[in-house]
């Protein structure tokens, strides 16, 4: 098995609710993914729910990564809302990216990461057995860019109608020792995060790249490019898979009914 293969079977998602019903919503519920439900009247009870989801699944399904999206939406839905939120609050203009919602990551860090008392895990978490995850030990910042800002859509996905897409990725590697607990100090650290973002957006727009590291003359970047013939073949596979699936439940219906 591949580096690769091993990831994604230790890897838990955060998604929007939307995603359930879709194709792969089915497979995400199996292998025990969180979707989320947004808005202010949710807010609250999603986070004692995903806490509860953590607990229950990550380290009993021996998950090692957690992927999550700050954003907490679609650029397009959350642009001006977060625009107007800045401006109120004395905060940053960004037109890349919004400001990061706080209370999923706080949950995750809660939940996943070892107290620490001078470096090393504090309390009970100090006699967790070797063969169980200790938690998360690194948190890693990846931005997305695509060629004249134009991200892939559903329809793409669907039908792949446009011309196969490069993807940029920049990432950046924090340990989580250094990320802060504290709401305030967390939300502070998090809202520079994504300033950062719009920092490396604004130059990869300019510019076509995203600017080096300090130290080179260059950024070291891999390009990933998606091709339309496997979106069309994928998407083709999981519509034939799900009316498959539909024969055969409403052919069990009508025998029993």
């Known amino acids: 098995m591949s580096k690769r293969n091993r990831v994604v079977r230790q890897m838990m998602w955060l998604m929007d609710h939307i995603f359930k019903y879709t194709n792969f919503g089915i497979v995400s519920l199996i292998h025990g993914d969180f979707f989320i439900r947004q808005g202010r009247a949710h807010r609250d009870q999603q986070l004692v729910l995903l806490k509860e989801h953590l607990e229950k699944y990550y380290r009993s399904r021996n998950r090692k990564w957690i992927v999550l999206f700050p954003e907490g939406g679609f650029l397009r839905k959350r642009r001006e809302t977060s625009q107007a939120f800045a401006k109120k609050n004395n905060l940053p203009f960004l037109k890349h990216v919004t400001l990061p919602r706080v209370g999923a990551t706080q949950v995750i860090l809660k939940t996943l990461v070892a107290p620490q008392e001078n470096g090393t895990p504090a ?4 006699v967790i057995k070797e063969s169980k995850s200790k938690g998360l030990q690194w948190v890693i910042d990846t931005t997305i860019a695509y060629p ?10 669907i039908l792949g109608y446009r011309q196969p897409t490069v993807t940029h990725v920049h990432y950046r590697v924090f340990p989580v020792k250094d990320v802060p607990a504290e709401p305030e100090a967390l939300t502070h650290w998090l809202y520079q995060r994504f300033i950062e973002k719009e920092d490396l957006l604004t130059h990869f727009y300019e510019t076509g790249a ?22 069309v073949g994928i998407q083709s596979l999981a519509f034939l898979s799900g009316g498959m699936w539909y024969c055969i439940f409403r052919y069990f219906y009508h025998c029993l009914f």
């Open 123 to 126: 309390g009970r978490d100090a």
């Open 148 to 157: 004249k800002g134009e991200p892939i859509d559903i329809q793409t996905w």
């Open 210 to 231: 995203f600017p080096p590291l300090p130290g080179q003359t260059k950024a070291i970047s891999r390009e990933m490019t998606l091709s339309n013939l496997w979106l």
